[in-house]
Nanobody
Framework: QVQLVESGGGLVQAGGSLRLSCAAS????????MGWFRQAPGQEREFVLA????????DYADSVKGRFTISRDNAKNTVYLQMNSLKPEDTAVYYC?????????????????WGQGTQVTVSS
Protein backbone atom coordinates (compact mmCIF):
# COMPACT_ATOMS: atom_id res chain seq x y z
CA GLN A 1 0.00 0.00 0.00
CA VAL A 2 1.47 3.30 -1.10
CA GLN A 3 1.47 6.11 1.41
CA LEU A 4 2.66 9.70 1.11
CA VAL A 5 2.59 11.60 4.37
CA GLU A 6 3.20 15.33 4.45
CA SER A 7 4.32 17.22 7.53
CA GLY A 8 5.65 20.62 8.50
CA GLY A 9 2.71 22.85 7.71
CA GLY A 10 1.51 25.56 10.04
CA LEU A 11 0.93 29.25 10.58
CA VAL A 12 3.69 31.72 9.72
CA GLN A 13 3.94 35.45 9.24
CA ALA A 14 4.55 36.96 5.84
CA GLY A 15 8.26 36.90 5.05
CA GLY A 16 8.81 33.79 7.13
CA SER A 17 9.86 30.29 6.18
CA LEU A 18 8.55 26.76 6.45
CA ARG A 19 9.92 23.40 5.43
CA LEU A 20 7.51 20.69 4.38
CA SER A 21 8.43 17.03 4.25
CA CYS A 22 6.76 14.15 2.46
CA ALA A 23 7.65 10.64 3.53
CA ALA A 24 6.85 7.88 1.07
CA SER A 25 6.34 4.18 1.64
CA UNK A 26 5.09 1.22 -0.34
CA UNK A 27 6.72 2.25 -3.61
CA UNK A 28 10.16 2.30 -5.18
CA UNK A 29 10.70 5.92 -4.31
CA UNK A 30 13.77 6.40 -6.52
CA UNK A 31 11.72 5.39 -9.58
CA UNK A 32 9.27 8.27 -9.18
CA UNK A 33 9.38 11.95 -9.89
CA MET A 34 7.90 13.88 -7.00
CA GLY A 35 5.80 17.00 -7.12
CA TRP A 36 4.25 19.51 -4.80
CA PHE A 37 0.85 21.01 -5.51
CA ARG A 38 -1.33 23.40 -3.56
CA GLN A 39 -4.98 24.20 -3.36
CA ALA A 40 -6.49 27.32 -1.86
CA PRO A 41 -10.18 27.48 -0.88
CA GLY A 42 -12.41 27.77 -3.92
CA GLN A 43 -9.53 27.30 -6.32
CA GLU A 44 -8.21 24.47 -8.42
CA ARG A 45 -5.19 22.46 -7.39
CA GLU A 46 -2.12 24.05 -8.91
CA PHE A 47 1.40 22.87 -9.65
CA VAL A 48 4.15 24.30 -7.45
CA LEU A 49 7.36 22.32 -8.07
CA ALA A 50 8.60 18.93 -9.21
CA UNK A 51 11.86 17.03 -9.01
CA UNK A 52 13.08 14.16 -11.16
CA UNK A 53 13.64 10.67 -9.81
CA UNK A 54 17.38 11.25 -9.49
CA UNK A 55 17.01 14.78 -8.24
CA UNK A 56 19.00 16.25 -11.13
CA UNK A 57 16.13 18.18 -12.70
CA UNK A 58 13.54 20.47 -11.19
CA ASP A 59 10.64 22.52 -12.45
CA TYR A 60 9.07 25.47 -10.69
CA ALA A 61 5.91 27.49 -11.09
CA ASP A 62 6.72 31.13 -11.84
CA SER A 63 4.93 32.23 -8.69
CA VAL A 64 7.47 30.49 -6.43
CA LYS A 65 10.74 30.83 -8.35
CA GLY A 66 13.46 32.26 -6.17
CA ARG A 67 11.47 31.57 -3.00
CA PHE A 68 10.72 27.83 -2.90
CA THR A 69 13.14 24.94 -3.33
CA ILE A 70 12.43 21.25 -3.79
CA SER A 71 14.87 18.49 -2.86
CA ARG A 72 14.79 14.79 -2.17
CA ASP A 73 16.66 12.15 -0.24
CA ASN A 74 16.18 8.78 -1.90
CA ALA A 75 17.87 7.01 1.00
CA LYS A 76 15.14 8.34 3.29
CA ASN A 77 12.27 8.09 0.78
CA THR A 78 11.52 11.73 1.49
CA VAL A 79 10.98 14.86 -0.57
CA TYR A 80 11.23 18.34 0.88
CA LEU A 81 9.77 21.73 0.10
CA GLN A 82 11.67 24.69 1.51
CA MET A 83 9.51 27.80 1.42
CA ASN A 84 11.11 31.19 2.05
CA SER A 85 9.78 34.75 1.82
CA LEU A 86 6.26 33.45 2.25
CA LYS A 87 3.35 35.61 1.15
CA PRO A 88 -0.32 35.53 2.19
CA GLU A 89 -1.16 34.27 -1.30
CA ASP A 90 0.87 31.14 -0.56
CA THR A 91 -1.84 30.11 1.91
CA ALA A 92 -3.19 26.73 0.81
CA VAL A 93 -3.24 23.03 1.50
CA TYR A 94 -0.02 21.61 0.13
CA TYR A 95 0.07 18.12 -1.34
CA CYS A 96 2.95 15.93 -2.42
CA UNK A 97 2.48 13.48 -5.25
CA UNK A 98 4.41 10.74 -7.05
CA UNK A 99 4.67 10.27 -10.81
CA UNK A 100 6.33 7.24 -12.44
CA UNK A 101 9.09 7.91 -14.92
CA UNK A 102 11.85 10.37 -15.53
CA UNK A 103 9.95 13.54 -16.33
CA UNK A 104 8.93 16.38 -13.99
CA UNK A 105 5.27 16.73 -14.96
CA UNK A 106 3.05 19.69 -14.12
CA UNK A 107 -0.34 18.09 -14.68
CA UNK A 108 -2.04 16.58 -11.62
CA UNK A 109 -3.40 13.78 -13.83
CA UNK A 110 0.19 12.60 -14.40
CA UNK A 111 0.63 11.71 -10.76
CA UNK A 112 -0.45 8.32 -9.48
CA UNK A 113 -0.23 8.80 -5.75
CA TRP A 114 -1.11 11.68 -3.45
CA GLY A 115 -0.66 12.59 0.17
CA GLN A 116 -3.45 13.85 2.39
CA GLY A 117 -2.14 17.42 2.40
CA THR A 118 -0.84 19.81 5.02
CA GLN A 119 -2.19 23.29 5.69
CA VAL A 120 0.07 26.30 5.26
CA THR A 121 -1.31 29.64 6.42
CA VAL A 122 0.61 32.88 5.92
CA SER A 123 -0.62 35.87 7.86
CA SER A 124 -0.07 39.42 6.69
Amino acid sequence: QVQLVESGGGLVQAGGSLRLSCAASGLTFSAYAMGWFRQAPGQEREFVLAISWRGDRTDYADSVKGRFTISRDNAKNTVYLQMNSLKPEDTAVYYCAASPGIATPRGPYEYNYWGQGTQVTVSS
